[in-house]
């Protein structure tokens, strides 16, 4: 298990070091929220590496990766915890049987440990001293208000409160981090619990260092003109551009096709590898892709 970073300088090399190539700007961020115990709430567009950050730490530091998937009408039974009622009434039906009737040790032992069902965020605050697992909550934005109110305590105080039970603390709170694709804004009352930062597209150089990490099979000049092509298409007013996840799928697709370089027919075939919206395709097909091709390589060219 690797020790948390003592600078920013440290935090990107363990960056790096998982082949994520981050702006100084998120570095600092991350370092930050590993150095203060601090969620890190990262907020940007589809496909711009957010999520990845949660698995990258969870490798390089050696913690187990804690994931909870939000989704719309998630609840505290699906995210915290629930009690096992099968077995509760199998345990009821038992003591009925044997003539056991003493209401407050039945109750007692119904809501006991052996009948909870750990779901991410109880089992992230119950982690083990020295080893607080990463909490990944992914894509918050898809759940509904009240989720993000209950979220409030866990964020405050790494805690949640089961009645039955009592309160349950982490004694290490876990690496948090939260991703948002703005679908709808997070309520500010999170958002104050957590240090923030907006995840952009990269620019030509990133994306390129990029795919030169993971698309190494790739030919420089194919790897030059994707990135050129892709940055093209940002600058489009498009449904999706496409994010930097894109990128590197085409750019495998390519490679798996034994292209050298980009040409307007392979460019065609393949744009529903980097484009999601039949929309944004046909914007994109036939004539605008030669012109966007032609673009790259005249730049190429002249610079």
């Not at 957010?50 to 390089?60: D, G, P, S």
């Amino acid at each position: 298990m690797s020790t948390i970073p003592n600078n920013i300088d440290a935090t990107m090399d363990l960056l790096a070091g998982a082949d994520y190539v981050a702006e100084r700007s998120l570095g600092t961020a991350v370092f930050l929220a590993l150095r203060m115990g601090r969620p890190l709430f990262l907020e940007g567009e589809a496909g711009v590496g957010k999520t990845e950050i949660a698995k990258v730490l969870a490798r390089t530091l050696g913690r187990e990766l804690v994931r909870l998937q939000c989704y719309e009408g998630l609840d505290v039974a699906q995210a915290v915890y629930e009690w096992n009622y099968s077995r509760q009434m199998i345990e009821l039906r038992l003591a009925e049987a044997s003539g056991e009737t003493s209401r407050d040790q039945l109750g007692a032992d119904l809501f006991s440990e052996k009948f909870l069902i750990e779901r991410p965020i109880l089992h992230a605050l119950r982690g083990a001293p020295g080893a607080a697992p990463v909490l990944l909550i992914d894509e918050l934005d898809r759940t509904d208000e009240p989720f993000e109110a209950y979220l409030l305590e866990v964020l405050s105080d790494f805690q949640v409160t089961i009645p039955e039970m009592g309160t349950v603390k982490a004694v290490e709170p876990p690496i948090v981090v939260i991703t948002s694709n703005r679908t709808r804004e997070i309520h500010d009352a999170v958002k104050r619990r957590c240090l923030y930062h907006w995840v952009d597209y990269p620019s030509a150089v990133r994306e390129l260092e990029i795919l030169r990490l993971k698309a190494p099979h790739a030919s420089e000049t194919l790897t030059r003109e994707v990135v050129g092509f892709v940055q093209k298409l940002r600058s489009m007013e498009l449904f999706k551009s496409p994010g930097i996840a894109e990128t590197i799928d085409w750019s495998m697709a390519l490679t798996q096709l034994d292209k050298l370089a980009l040409d307007p027919d392979v460019i065609n075939d393949t744009l529903g590898v980097l484009l999601k919206y039949q929309d944004d395709i046909a914007r994109v097909q036939g004539s605008e892709a030669a012109r966007l091709l032609a673009e790259v390589r005249a730049e190429r060219q002249s610079s």
